[in-house]
């Protein structure tokens, strides 16, 4: 029945160590998109190298990177940022 918040800038660190993550919008902060994962209960009983080789822990890594990414893109600017 504890909470435990861990912020972190490593996408990996937060599927692994996280049920539950949230991802932050900037400017405004705000929650953009909310996830819950299994991988930390998965890690549990396995290697954490074998658990980062389940096909749903990449695609979870990609979406959140590729939405990252997006954010930022749109902060600087699509023009900036293609250069």
Do not use: C
């Given at each position: 029945?504890?909470?435990?918040?861990?912020?972190?800038?490593?996408?990996?660190?937060a599927l692994l160590l996280g049920e539950?993550?949230?991802?932050?919008?900037?400017?405004?902060?705000?929650?953009?998109?909310?996830?819950?994962?299994?991988?930390?209960?998965?890690?549990?009983?396995?290697?954490?190298?074998?658990?980062?080789?389940?096909?749903?822990?990449?695609?979870?890594?990609?979406?959140?990177?590729?939405?990252?990414?997006?954010m930022e893109e749109e902060i600087m600017g699509r023009?900036?940022?293609?250069?």
């Amino acid at each position: 029945g504890k909470t435990i918040i861990l912020i972190t800038h490593s996408v990996e660190e937060a599927l692994l160590l996280g049920e539950r993550l949230l991802v932050m919008a900037p400017r405004p902060g705000r929650i953009h998109t909310e996830y819950r994962l299994p991988f930390a209960e998965l890690g549990v009983g396995q290697d954490l190298r074998e658990v980062k080789k389940h096909p749903d822990f990449n695609i979870k890594r990609e979406e959140i990177l590729g939405m990252i990414w997006d954010m930022e893109e749109e902060i600087m600017g699509r023009s900036e940022a293609a250069e």
